[in-house]
């Protein structure tokens, strides 16, 4: 059987029978110089890092764009780097799923160093800081989701490990934003060199967080001497340190058993998935998408390959953030989001399957179609209902992704004031729009309480995603049982979650937007069965 150990320019023939695609260059070279002349860094070694990011590299060697490989610095599960990088020789295979059920199979081997950053690890910690000390180092790119940027809890105050970070200064902070700035640091301290950090992560306006986060700390740090003024003018001038906005657009789900199966079949050997003790899931290979969309802002002080040329779409930032806010704020993610949550009160296991559901699919139509995409500004680079309508059509229904509302439900408290809380403010801030108008948006953070609660529409217990804020939020709900119609009692829990400006951007009851949320959480609660009725009533009555 083949695997990816294997000498693939020795056994090209081999690689062709099985119609997997492979490097056009010798991995061992681009490892040398990835580590004497590094250009890329990538923070998180996760899933959709091996399906897109390692791809466009690949494009760019193959093509002799770029003479380095990547290097990966997975800040969160040491298993990766060990398990999976290291035991593969650096080497994933990506599996794209048609929806055809056909498979385009490749062998990628950009990845030229792999390092766990964490201060657990030291050699990794000094590796990495002696790679941001490089003058060729050009661009870092980031995804770690949206809690990787956290330095705040639930309230708004800074977390005991943001203040420990700020009080023990820049040799080995705990937070990603925290070793983010060491790093900056240890590049401003080797001469001021330039370099762009640039986040993939999928939420809107990621380069203001990255930089934001960076200058927290970094500006905590001057308060308290252990840095001067020049290194906080050097992270402000974008001549310097950048920070570029970014639009990403890649369904990446877990290593999927069925793709493992089907590779062990067909002749393939490392199907084995991996689930760490940090809760990691993955694999040898990668399945994702074909559809995919990567735009950047044009901003690289330290120059940077032609990655328009493995398809990257470079533009201003105001296209960006038009792009970005089309998908993240109205025509993907909160459609996404609304799946996850039904789909779990629903016992739904595959978001395809949930596009089977005429209810689930007129909630995302109604939430996409009616009140999302008419407050979306049109990029130009992406028509926005094009979007919506090959999303519905052909993307979300693809069988062939073996997509999970579990998965999508993951860290929903930190998505929300993104996904929903935009386009509120949307209506907020057109005075021919009116905000109370909202039915759909209200109905999905309902769902969202109602899923806090970790009983489905059959009255079983289920287990909730991970997120950060859960433990917290659950606690609000845990008085409350299916068939509760207090409505004081119901106001008591909700107003907690609802008047919390860090989750929804606004407290909602003071925009006319709270009480209506509670009164569909009280339809809702309503016993066995409420949620579909609920959700099949108000689609037939106000779509």
């Known amino acids: ?97 048609n929806s055809d059920g056909s498979l385009e199979k490749e062998l990628l081997a950009s990845v030229g160093e792999a390092v766990y950053f964490n201060q657990a690890s030291e050699k990794g910690w000094n590796r990495l800081t002696e790679i941001f000390t490089k003058p060729s180092l ?8 949206e809690k990787g940027y956290a330095l705040t809890d639930v309230s708004g105050a800074l977390t005991q490990a943001a203040k420990e970070d700020i009080q023990n200064g820049p040799e080995k902070p705990k937070t990603n934003m925290g070793a983010i700035a060491h790093l900056l640091y ?15 992560d999928n939420f809107s306006q990621n380069g203001l967080k990255l930089e934001t986060e960076v200058l927290r700390v970094a500006e905590g740090w001057l308060k ?20 570029p906005w970014t639009m990403i657009d890649r369904i990446t789900p877990n290593p999927a058993q069925s793709v493992a199966d089907r590779l062990k079949s067909s002749g ?67 459609l996404h989001t609304a799946l ?20 689930l699919l ?25 979007f919506i309508d090959e999303l519905i059509t052909m993307r979300l229904p693809n069988k062939n992704i073996p997509d999970t509302p579990q998965r999508i439900a993951s860290d929903t408290s930190q998505k929300i ?56 939020l659950k606690s609000y709900v845990a008085g409350i049982n299916l068939n509760d119609d207090d409505q004081a009692k119901i106001h008591q829990a909700l107003k907690p979650i609802l008047a919390n400006k860090s989750i929804f951007g606004n407290d909602l009851y003071q925009i006319g937007l709270g009480n209506k949320v509670e009164d569909y959480f009280k339809q809702l609660i309503a016993g066995k069965h409420a949620v579909r009725k609920t959700l099949h009533e108000t689609i037939k009555n106000k779509k």
């Open 268 to 334: 393939f050997a490392d199907t084995t998935i991996l689930h760490t003790k940090k809760h990691t899931n993955i694999a040898p290979f990668g399945n994702t998408e074909k559809t995919h969309y990567l735009v950047i802002e044009d901003n690289f002080p330290n120059g940077r390959p032609q990655l328009e040329k493995a398809g990257v779409i470079l533009t201003d930032r105001e296209t960006v953030n038009d792009a970005d806010q089309m998908k993240v704020t109205a025509c993907l993610n909160p």
């Open 186 to 200: 240890a590049r401003y301290k080797a001469g001021k060199l330039p370099i762009a950090m640039v986040s993939t």
């Open 1 to 97: 059987m083949l695997s990816l150990n294997d000498d693939y320019l020795a056994k090209s023939a081999d690689f062709s029978t099985q119609t997997i695609a492979i490097p056009k260059f010798d991995q061992s070279k681009i490892s040398n110089s990835t580590k004497e002349k590094p250009v890329w860094v990538h923070f998180g070694g996760g899933n959709l890092f091996r399906c897109f990011h390692a791809k466009i590299a690949q494009d760019l060697i193959n093509n002799h764009e770029l003479t380095s490989g990547v290097t990966i610095a997975e800040t969160y599960d040491d298993e990766v780097i060990e398990k999976i990088y290291n035991a593969y020789h650096n080497r994933i295979l990506r599996v794209v799923m």
């Open 362 to 386: 007129g909630l995302i139509k109604a939430l996409g179609y009616k009140e999302d995409l008419p407050v979306v500004k049109d990029p130009k680079i992406i028509n926005p209902k094009k």
């Open 138 to 145: 050009q661009f870092a790119t980031f995804s770690i989701t």
């Open 417 to 472: 004031a993104i996904r929903y809380g935009v386009t509120i403010q949307h209506y907020l801030d057109d005075p021919q729009l009116d905000v109370t108008s909202l039915e759909f948006i209200p109905l999905v953070l309902a769902g969202w309480c109602r899923y806090l609660m970790g009983i489905d529409d059959n009255g079983n217990e289920f287990t909730q995603s991970p997120d950060p804020l859960l433990d917290d």
């Open 340 to 359: 996850a949550i039904y789909g779990n009160l629903l016992d739904y296991t595959s978001i395809a399957d949930e596009l089977t559901d005429d209810d």
């Open 224 to 243: 308290n001497g252990f840095v001067d003024q020049e290194f906080i003018a050097y992270l402000k001038d974008p001549q310097k340190v950048s920070f």
